[in-house]
């Protein structure tokens, strides 16, 4: 599998319809008219994965004050999601994309340096999709820790 192009801004955000840890599938149209910050993250309940989401989490109200919402997107599958998110007791939806082909299409997947070493895997990324459906903000190789109090920063919340 190879990582297609990164997104810019004013791309037309990609389309995904994936299963999530509610048992439905959500979809990016269910957010059409609205702006929706869509990120990706590695592994669920790793200790980078759990800090960015639970950072998420803890500033979901300023997000959604400003009519943003949050969705996440792993390769974990749907059962594994479900506990993460018990665990962490997240308030978002927690997307699952085990063929990594929404991951792609963002540019999220693909040849990364861990460990000081080159591997194929999830590159840790997050956009801001606007009520149009385009990309207003496109962010990758992001920290797990402090990204979400630099996106807010970026956002002017």
Not at 90 to 99: Q, R, V
Not at 112 to 120: A, D, F
């Amino acid at each position: 599998m190879t990582a297609s192009a990164r997104l810019s801004v004013g791309d037309a955000a990609p389309a995904f319809t994936l299963a999530s840890d509610s048992g439905a599938s959500v979809s990016l149209a269910d957010y059409a008219g609205q702006q929706v910050v869509v990120y990706f993250y590695p592994a669920a309940s790793t200790p980078g994965c759990t800090k960015q989401a639970c950072d998420f989490r803890d500033s979901l109200a300023q997000l959604n004050a400003a009519k943003i919402a949050v969705v996440g997107i792993s390769p974990d599958p749907v059962a594994k999601l479900v506990k993460f998110r018990e665990a962490q007791e997240l308030t978002f939806p927690l997307l699952s994309d085990p063929t990594k082909e929404t991951m792609v299409a963002y540019g999220a997947f693909g040849e990364k340096t861990m460990y000081g070493k080159k591997v194929e895997g999830v590159i840790r990324s997050t956009f801001l999709v606007d009520a149009e459906g385009k990309i207003q903000l496109a962010q990758y190789n992001v920290k797990a820790t402090g990204h979400v109090a630099k996106l807010l920063r970026d956002l002017r919340l």
